[in-house]
C-alpha cells in the first residue's frame, strides 16, 4: 500500500485546517449555548455583536455535532502522522460526517425559506436567510471541496 | 386441441440463500412486487408469493427469510427450511453472494442433497467485479453440477436468463444434484441408517434417503420430529443414541466446508479478503472514542430533519386545512353538516394529515439507515449496552425499527433465536415512540414549549428508550429470567443507500398513515363528533354531551395526573390508534369556524399548562400503542397472557411516571 | 503450534480454527458459519465498549462475544 506522498500532505493539511475551523466554530457555539440557556448578558451580546458576522446560533447539540466533525478530522491526523495509511478513511469519514450535516441544516434554510416566501405572513416573514445560516452550511463548502477532488481516492482507499 | 387452449403450465419456484445476499431485491423486480429491502441479515422474516407470467408460463416465485444452513435456529429461519423441506418447490433457486461464495456454498451442499432441481443465482457480481474478483461460472456449473446464472438484482440485469434457466430446469426429467462424501466413518453410518429407513415405504416416497439420514446424523430436530411416527422410529433412535451426535454434526460442517474450499479456488480468482473502502470506513465509524459520538451523532441528524426541516411543510398542510374550515363554515348548510364537516372531519383529520411530513421524512431516513449498513454496526456497538440489561445487539435492531412502526419491529424480532431474549424484546419495543406518537408531542410541545420543543420532544424519546431498557433488565431478572444468549451476528459492508428504494419504503409507509387518517382516523373523528354533538340541544362539546359524560367517568381515573375530561377522552380513544389522541383535541376544541389555529385554544385553556402538556406526553409515550400493535403482539407471542400482561403493564408505567411528572413538577415550580 | 483461545488475540492478528470447545446449538451456528478447524480467521477489532469482537472468517465479517471467543481454540503461528 504505498500512497502518492504529495496527495498525503495534501490531505494532512486538509485535515489541519478543516479540524482546526470545525473545532473552533464548535467551541464559540458551545459558549453562545450555554450563555443563552443561563441568561448569561455578556456572552449573549458577544454573539449578537462581535462575532455576529460568523452567523453561529446558540445550538447546543450543533455545537457538540461541530467539535466532532472537528475531533474526527484530528483524529486522523494522529493516525496519518503515524504513518497509518487508515488516516485517509477518517478524512473521507470526516468529509461525508460534515456534509450530512450541511445538508440537514441546508434542507432545514431552504423549508424555511420555502415557507416564508409562500405563506407571505407578516408573522412568520419575520424568518431572514441569516437565522439558519451557519458554520455547518459555510463550512460544509471546504468538505465538499475535499470531496470532490478526492473522489477516486476515496473509492480506492485500499488500492 | 388448438394452440389456444394451451393450459398454462405453472412452475414453483422457491428463493433461498443466506440472509442479506439479495433475494428480496430480486423477489420484488422479478414480480414486481414491493418488499421490504435492507443492508443488514434478517429483514424478511415470512414467506412471500408472488407471480410473473413469463414466455406462456405462469411462474410462482416465493420469497424466503435467508438461512446459513438448513437446521434452523430462530422462527424465520424455520419458516425458510419448512418452506423448501416440506413444500417442495418446483425449482430450487439459491442467491449466492459473489463476493462471499465460500460461506453461501455451505448452504448449497446442504440443499444439493434434498434432490431437488436447482439453480444459483449469483448475485451482486457488480460488487465482485468492482472488486477484482475473478469468477469462473461454467467451472463453478461443473463442480456443482447446476446451472449458474449471474444476476445483478438491484440494476433488474439477469432477470430474464434467470427465467428462461428455470424453465430448462423444469423442463428436465432428471433431479440432478451432485453430492458430496463425508468420509469412511460417516458414510457407513449413512447406508446403516438408510437401510432401517428403507423399510418405511412412505417416508422414502416422499423425501431421499441419503437426506434423511446425513440429516438425522447432523442432529436435525426436526427431520427427528417428522419420523416419530414412523415404524422404524424406534429402530433409529436405537442407532442415533449409539452415536455422540454432536461429534458427528461437527465432522460433518467440517467435510462440507473441507469439499467447499478445495473446489473454490477454481471457481474463483483472487477471491481473498481484502481491505476494502467498506473496512476502512468501518475502522472510523467503530472506534473506540468516536464510534458512540458519531452513532449520537447521526441520531441527532435525523431528529433535526424530521422535526426543524419537516416543520414548515406542516405549517402549510395546517394552513390548507385551517382554510377549509372556514371555507365549510361559510358554506355549508344546515349547520349541523357544517359542524360534521368543519369540527368533526376537517378539525380531527385535518390535525393528523398536519404530520404527514414528518411521518415520511421519517421513514426515508429509517430506509437511508437500514440500506447503509449502519444498523448492524449499531448492533455490534450497544451490544455490550445490551448485554447488561440482559438482551442482545440484535434486540437492539427491532427497538431503532420501531421509531418508525412498532408493528414490524415486533415481527423483526423473529430472528432473535433464544426464546427469552425474543419475548424481552416483543415486551419492550411498544415503549419506543412510533411515527404516530409524534404528532401528540409536536402539538403539546410545540404549543406549550414553543421554544424549547426539540428538546422536550428529544427527552420524550430518551424516555421512551429508558424504560424500555428499564424494562428489559426488570423482566430478564424476574419472569424472563435467564442468562443473555449468545451474540452471533454477520455484519455486512456498507454500501451506499439506494435512493430509489429509501423513497419507496417513504413512500409505502408514509401512504399507509395517510389511509389511516382516511379511515381510521376519520371514523374515529366521526364518533367523537357525534358523541360530542348529542344528544340535542346540549351545547356543542360541553359536559352535557355524552363525551363529556364519558369524560367525566374516566376522570377520576386521571385526575391524578392532571388531564380534565376532554384529554381523559381523548386518550381513552388513542387505544385504537394513537393520532386520535391528537384528531380528538380537534374535534373538542373545534377548529372548524373559530378561525383560530387548535394551537391557540389550546393554549387558552385554563385546564392546560406546561406540567400537564408534559404529564400527557409521558402517558402517551407509554400506555399501549394501539389495536394494531396489541394484535401483533398476541400473534408473535402466541399467549393471551403475555398480551394482557403488556397492555397492563404498559398502562401502569404511564400512569405511575406521568404521576410523578406532573407532580414532581409541582414541586419545582 | 502455539494454542491460544480466540478472545486473547489483538486486532489484525491472524491464526486457525483448532477447535471449537462450545457446546449444543451455540457449537452448531458457529461452525454453520464456518468456524470449522482449519479456517483461518482474524481478528478485525473490538467494539468500542470493548465487547463483542468482530473477526474476519471465509471472506465475511462476523461478530460474536469474547464469552464465546473463549470457547474457540486457535493456532497462532500463521
Ligand atoms: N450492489 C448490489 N447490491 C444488491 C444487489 N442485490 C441486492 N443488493 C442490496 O443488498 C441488500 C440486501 O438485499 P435484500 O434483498 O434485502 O436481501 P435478502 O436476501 O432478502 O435479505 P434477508 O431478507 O435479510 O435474508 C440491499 O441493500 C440491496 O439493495 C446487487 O445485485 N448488487
Ligand atoms: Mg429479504
Given at each position: 500500500m504505498?500512497?502518492?506522498?504529495?496527495?498525503?500532505?495534501e490531505?494532512?493539511?486538509?485535515?489541519?485546517v478543516?479540524?482546526?475551523l470545525?473545532?473552533?466554530?464548535?467551541?464559540?457555539?458551545?459558549?453562545?449555548s450555554i450563555?443563552?440557556?443561563f441568561d448569561?448578558?455578556?456572552v449573549n451580546?458577544?454573539g449578537?455583536?462581535a462575532?455576529?458576522?460568523l452567523?453561529?446560533?446558540?445550538?447546543?447539540?450543533?455545537s457538540?455535532?461541530?467539535v466532532?466533525?472537528?475531533?474526527?478530522?484530528?483524529?486522523?491526523l494522529?493516525?496519518?502522522?503515524?504513518?497509518?495509511n487508515?488516516g485517509?478513511?477518517?478524512?473521507?469519514?470526516?468529509i461525508?460526517?460534515?456534509?450530512?450535516f450541511a445538508?440537514?441544516?441546508?434542507?432545514?434554510?431552504?423549508?424555511?425559506?420555502?415557507?416564508?416566501?409562500l405563506?407571505?405572513?407578516?408573522e412568520?416573514?419575520?424568518?431572514?436567510?441569516?437565522?439558519?445560516?451557519?458554520?455547518?452550511?459555510?463550512?460544509?463548502?471546504?468538505s465538499?471541496?475535499?470531496?470532490?477532488?478526492?473522489?477516486k481516492?476515496?473509492?480506492?482507499?485500499?488500492? | 386441441m388448438?394452440?389456444?387452449?394451451?393450459?398454462?403450465?405453472?412452475?414453483?419456484?422457491?428463493?433461498?440463500?443466506?440472509p442479506?445476499?439479495?433475494?428480496?431485491?430480486?423477489?420484488?423486480?422479478?414480480?414486481?412486487?414491493?418488499q421490504?429491502?435492507g443492508n443488514?441479515?434478517?429483514?424478511t422474516v415470512?414467506?412471500?408469493s408472488?407471480?410473473?407470467q413469463y414466455?406462456?408460463?405462469?411462474?410462482?416465485?416465493?420469497d424466503?427469510?435467508?438461512?446459513?444452513?438448513?437446521?434452523?435456529?430462530?422462527?424465520?429461519?424455520?419458516?425458510?427450511r419448512?418452506f423448501?423441506v416440506d413444500?417442495?418447490?418446483d425449482?430450487?433457486?439459491?442467491?449466492?453472494?459473489a463476493?462471499?461464495?465460500?460461506?453461501n456454498?455451505?448452504?448449497t451442499?446442504?440443499?444439493?442433497?434434498?434432490?431437488?432441481?436447482?439453480?444459483i443465482?449469483?448475485?451482486?457480481?457488480d460488487?465482485?467485479?468492482e472488486?477484482g474478483?475473478?469468477?469462473?461460472v461454467?467451472?463453478?456449473?461443473?463442480?456443482l453440477?447446476?446451472?449458474?446464472v449471474?444476476?445483478i438484482?438491484?440494476?433488474?440485469?439477469?432477470?430474464s436468463e434467470?427465467?428462461?434457466t428455470?424453465?430448462?430446469?423444469k423442463?428436465?426429467?432428471?433431479?440432478h444434484?451432485?453430492?458430496?462424501g463425508?468420509g469412511?466413518e460417516?458414510?457407513?453410518?449413512?447406508?446403516e441408517?438408510?437401510?432401517?429407513?428403507?423399510?418405511?415405504?412412505?417416508?422414502?416416497?416422499?423425501?431421499?434417503?441419503r437426506?434423511?439420514?446425513?440429516?438425522l446424523?447432523?442432529?436435525d430436530?426436526?427431520?427427528?420430529r417428522?419420523?416419530?411416527?414412523?415404524?422404524?422410529?424406534?429402530?433409529?433412535?436405537?442407532?442415533?443414541t449409539?452415536?455422540?451426535?454432536?461429534?458427528y454434526?461437527?465432522?460433518m460442517?467440517?467435510?462440507?466446508y473441507?469439499?467447499?474450499?478445495?473446489?473454490?479456488?477454481?471457481?474463483?480468482?483472487?477471491?481473498?479478503?481484502r481491505?476494502?473502502t467498506?473496512?476502512m470506513?468501518d475502522?472510523?465509524m467503530?472506534?473506540?472514542?468516536?464510534?458512540?459520538p458519531i452513532?449520537?451523532a447521526?441520531?441527532?441528524?435525523?431528529f433535526?430533519?424530521t422535526?426543524?426541516?419537516a416543520?414548515?411543510?406542516?405549517?402549510i398542510?395546517?394552513r390548507?386545512?385551517?382554510?377549509l374550515?372556514e371555507?365549510?363554515?361559510?358554506?355549508?348548510?344546515p349547520?349541523?353538516?357544517?359542524?360534521?364537516?368543519?369540527?368533526?372531519?376537517?378539525g380531527?383529520?385535518g390535525s393528523v394529515f398536519?404530520?404527514?411530513?414528518?411521518?415520511?421524512?421519517?421513514?426515508?431516513?429509517?430506509s437511508?439507515?437500514?440500506?447503509?449498513?449502519y444498523?448492524?454496526?449499531?448492533?455490534?456497538?450497544?451490544?455490550?449496552?445490551?448485554y447488561?440489561?440482559?438482551?442482545?445487539?440484535?434486540?437492539?435492531?427491532?427497538?431503532?425499527?420501531?421509531?418508525?412502526?412498532?408493528?414490524?419491529?415486533i415481527?423483526?424480532?423473529?430472528?432473535?433465536?433464544?426464546r427469552?431474549?425474543?419475548m424481552?424484546?416483543?415486551?419492550?419495543?411498544?415503549?419506543?415512540s412510533?411515527?404516530?406518537?409524534l404528532?401528540?408531542?409536536i402539538?403539546?410541545?410545540?404549543?406549550f414549549?414553543?421554544?424549547n420543543a426539540?428538546?422536550?420532544?428529544?427527552?420524550?424519546?430518551?424516555?421512551?428508550i429508558?424504560?424500555a431498557?428499564?424494562?428489559?433488565?426488570l423482566l430478564?431478572?424476574?419472569a424472563?429470567?435467564?442468562h443473555?444468549?449468545p451474540?452471533?451476528?454477520e455484519?455486512?459492508p456498507?454500501?451506499?443507500?439506494?435512493?430509489?428504494?429509501?423513497?419507496?419504503?417513504?413512500?409505502?409507509?408514509?401512504?399507509m398513515?395517510i389511509?389511516?387518517?382516511g379511515?381510521i382516523?376519520l371514523?374515529g373523528?366521526?364518533?367523537?363528533?357525534?358523541?360530542?354533538?348529542?344528544?340535542?340541544?346540549?351545547?356543542?362539546?360541553?359536559?352535557q354531551?355524552f363525551?363529556?359524560?364519558?369524560?367525566?367517568?374516566?376522570?377520576?381515573?386521571m385526575?391524578p395526573?392532571g388531564?380534565?375530561w376532554?384529554?381523559s377522552v381523548s386518550?381513552?380513544?388513542g387505544?385504537?390508534?394513537k393520532?386520535?389522541?391528537?384528531?380528538?383535541?380537534?374535534v373538542?376544541?373545534?377548529?372548524?369556524?373559530?378561525?383560530?389555529?387548535?394551537?391557540d385554544?389550546?393554549?387558552?385553556?385554563p385546564?392546560?399548562?406546561?406540567l400537564?402538556?408534559?404529564?400527557l406526553?409521558?402517558?402517551s409515550?407509554?400506555?399501549?400503542?394501539?389495536?394494531?400493535?396489541?394484535?401483533?403482539?398476541?400473534?408473535?407471542?402466541?399467549?393471551?397472557?403475555w398480551?394482557?400482561?403488556?397492555v397492563?403493564y404498559?398502562l401502569?408505567?404511564?400512569?405511575?411516571?406521568?404521576f410523578?411528572?406532573?407532580?414532581?413538577?409541582?414541586?419545582f415550580? | 503450534?502455539v494454542?491460544?483461545?480466540?478472545?486473547n488475540?489483538?486486532p489484525?492478528?491472524?491464526?486457525?480454527?483448532?477447535?471449537?470447545?462450545?457446546?449444543?446449538t451455540?457449537?452448531r451456528?458457529?461452525?454453520d458459519?464456518?468456524?470449522?478447524?482449519?479456517?483461518?480467521i482474524?481478528?478485525i477489532?473490538t467494539?468500542?465498549l470493548g465487547?463483542?469482537?468482530?473477526?474476519?472468517i471465509?471472506?465475511?465479517?462476523?461478530s460474536?462475544r469474547?464469552?464465546?471467543a473463549?470457547?474457540?481454540?486457535?493456532?497462532?503461528?500463521?
Amino acid at each position: 500500500m504505498k500512497h502518492d506522498p504529495g496527495k498525503l500532505r495534501e490531505k494532512v493539511l486538509f485535515s489541519v485546517v478543516a479540524g482546526f475551523l470545525y473545532v473552533l466554530a464548535g467551541s464559540i457555539q458551545f459558549v453562545l449555548s450555554i450563555g443563552a440557556m443561563f441568561d448569561i448578558n455578556s456572552v449573549n451580546s458577544l454573539g449578537n455583536s462581535a462575532l455576529g458576522f460568523l452567523f453561529i446560533p446558540s445550538d447546543f447539540m450543533g455545537s457538540l455535532v461541530l467539535v466532532l466533525i472537528g475531533s474526527i478530522f484530528f483524529y486522523g491526523l494522529m493516525e496519518l502522522r503515524n504513518g497509518f495509511n487508515e488516516g485517509i478513511a477518517y478524512v473521507y469519514v470526516g468529509i461525508i460526517i460534515s456534509l450530512i450535516f450541511a445538508t440537514v441544516y441546508m434542507l432545514v434554510l431552504a423549508g424555511n425559506w420555502m415557507e416564508s416566501c409562500l405563506l407571505n405572513d407578516p408573522e412568520i416573514t419575520g424568518w431572514s436567510f441569516i437565522d439558519d445560516f451557519r458554520p455547518a452550511i459555510y463550512l460544509g463548502i471546504l468538505s465538499l471541496c475535499g470531496y470532490i477532488l478526492w473522489k477516486k481516492d476515496f473509492r480506492n482507499m485500499n488500492k | 386441441m388448438c394452440a389456444g387452449e394451451m393450459k398454462i403450465e405453472k412452475i414453483r419456484v422457491a428463493l433461498t440463500g443466506n440472509p442479506n445476499v439479495g433475494k428480496t431485491t430480486l423477489f420484488n423486480v422479478i414480480t414486481g412486487s414491493r418488499q421490504h429491502v435492507g443492508n443488514w441479515p434478517g429483514v424478511t422474516v415470512e414467506k412471500k408469493s408472488g407471480f410473473k407470467q413469463y414466455k406462456g408460463y405462469e411462474i410462482e416465485v416465493v420469497d424466503l427469510p435467508g438461512t446459513y444452513s438448513l437446521t434452523a435456529y430462530s422462527l424465520d429461519e424455520i419458516v425458510a427450511r419448512d418452506f423448501i423441506v416440506d413444500e417442495r418447490p418446483d425449482v430450487v433457486v439459491q442467491i449466492v453472494d459473489a463476493t462471499n461464495i465460500e460461506r453461501n456454498l455451505y448452504l448449497t451442499t446442504q440443499l444439493m442433497e434434498l434432490g431437488s432441481k436447482m439453480i444459483i443465482a449469483l448475485n451482486m457480481y457488480d460488487l465482485a467485479e468492482e472488486r477484482g474478483d475473478k469468477l469462473h461460472v461454467t467451472k463453478m456449473e461443473k463442480i456443482l453440477s447446476m446451472p449458474v446464472v449471474l444476476t445483478i438484482a438491484s440494476k433488474n440485469i439477469g432477470m430474464s436468463e434467470l427465467l428462461d434457466t428455470v424453465i430448462t430446469e423444469k423442463q428436465k426429467v432428471k433431479h440432478h444434484g451432485r453430492e458430496i462424501g463425508y468420509g469412511d466413518e460417516i458414510e457407513s453410518r449413512i447406508i446403516e441408517i438408510e437401510k432401517v429407513l428403507s423399510q418405511d415405504k412412505d417416508l422414502t416416497s416422499r423425501y431421499p434417503l441419503r437426506w434423511l439420514a446425513v440429516r438425522l446424523l447432523d442432529g436435525d430436530e426436526n427431520i427427528l420430529r417428522k419420523i416419530a411416527g414412523s415404524s422404524v422410529a424406534t429402530q433409529i433412535k436405537t442407532i442415533l443414541t449409539s452415536l455422540d451426535i454432536e461429534e458427528y454434526e461437527a465432522m460433518m460442517a467440517d467435510k462440507r466446508y473441507e469439499v467447499i474450499s478445495a473446489v473454490f479456488p477454481q471457481m474463483c480468482e483472487r477471491c481473498m479478503t481484502r481491505m476494502t473502502t467498506s473496512d476502512m470506513v468501518d475502522r472510523v465509524m467503530t472506534n473506540k472514542y468516536l464510534g458512540i459520538p458519531i452513532f449520537l451523532a447521526l441520531m441527532w441528524a435525523a431528529f433535526e430533519l424530521t422535526f426543524s426541516f419537516a416543520t414548515p411543510f406542516m405549517t402549510i398542510v395546517e394552513r390548507i386545512f385551517v382554510w377549509l374550515g372556514e371555507i365549510s363554515a361559510a358554506y355549508i348548510r344546515p349547520e349541523w353538516l357544517a359542524s360534521l364537516v368543519g369540527e368533526g372531519i376537517i378539525g380531527g383529520v385535518g390535525s393528523v394529515f398536519s404530520f404527514i411530513p414528518n411521518i415520511f421524512i421519517l421513514f426515508f431516513l429509517l430506509s437511508m439507515l437500514e440500506d447503509s449498513g449502519y444498523l448492524a454496526r449499531a448492533a455490534f456497538i450497544v451490544d455490550r449496552v445490551m448485554y447488561k440489561i440482559g438482551l442482545q445487539g440484535k434486540s437492539f435492531i427491532p427497538m431503532l425499527l420501531g421509531f418508525g412502526c412498532n408493528v414490524p419491529a415486533i415481527m423483526a424480532t423473529r430472528s432473535i433465536e433464544d426464546r427469552m431474549d425474543r419475548m424481552a424484546t416483543i415486551m419492550v419495543v411498544p415503549f419506543i415512540s412510533c411515527g404516530a406518537r409524534l404528532p401528540i408531542y409536536i402539538l403539546f410541545a410545540g404549543t406549550f414549549f414553543s421554544e424549547n420543543a426539540g428538546t422536550v420532544i428529544f427527552c420524550i424519546y430518551l424516555l421512551g428508550i429508558l424504560v424500555a431498557v428499564g424494562s428489559a433488565k426488570l423482566l430478564r431478572t424476574t419472569a424472563l429470567k435467564g442468562h443473555p444468549a449468545p451474540f452471533i451476528l454477520e455484519l455486512p459492508p456498507y454500501r451506499i443507500p439506494n435512493l430509489n428504494t429509501s423513497i419507496r419504503h417513504m413512500w409505502d409507509n408514509g401512504s399507509m398513515y395517510i389511509q389511516k387518517a382516511g379511515t381510521i382516523i376519520l371514523g374515529g373523528s366521526v364518533v367523537i363528533w357525534l358523541l360530542a354533538a348529542l344528544p340535542w340541544g346540549v351545547e356543542y362539546g360541553s359536559e352535557q354531551t355524552f363525551i363529556g359524560l364519558l369524560g367525566h367517568a374516566i376522570q377520576p381515573l386521571m385526575e391524578p395526573l392532571g388531564f380534565d375530561w376532554k384529554l381523559s377522552v381523548s386518550l381513552l380513544f388513542g387505544f385504537v390508534a394513537k393520532e386520535i389522541v391528537v384528531a380528538s383535541m380537534g374535534v373538542l376544541y373545534g377548529v372548524g369556524d373559530d378561525q383560530i389555529a387548535l394551537t391557540d385554544s389550546l393554549l387558552a385553556d385554563p385546564h392546560l399548562s406546561q406540567l400537564t402538556a408534559l404529564s400527557l406526553m409521558v402517558f402517551s409515550l407509554l400506555y399501549m400503542p394501539c389495536i394494531a400493535a396489541v394484535g401483533i403482539i398476541k400473534k408473535e407471542t402466541g399467549s393471551w397472557k403475555w398480551t394482557a400482561f403488556s397492555v397492563a403493564y404498559g398502562l401502569a408505567v404511564a400512569w405511575l411516571l406521568a404521576f410523578a411528572v406532573f407532580h414532581g413538577g409541582k414541586m419545582f415550580i | 503450534m502455539v494454542e491460544n483461545t480466540l478472545n486473547n488475540l489483538q486486532p489484525g492478528e491472524k491464526a486457525r480454527i483448532v477447535k471449537v470447545l462450545a457446546k449444543g446449538t451455540v457449537r452448531r451456528k458457529l461452525m454453520d458459519m464456518g468456524l470449522v478447524p482449519g479456517s483461518e480467521i482474524e481478528v478485525i477489532r473490538t467494539a468500542p465498549l470493548g465487547d463483542p469482537i468482530e473477526f474476519r472468517i471465509k471472506g465475511y465479517s462476523l461478530s460474536i462475544r469474547k464469552q464465546e471467543a473463549v470457547n474457540i481454540v486457535v493456532d497462532t503461528v500463521a
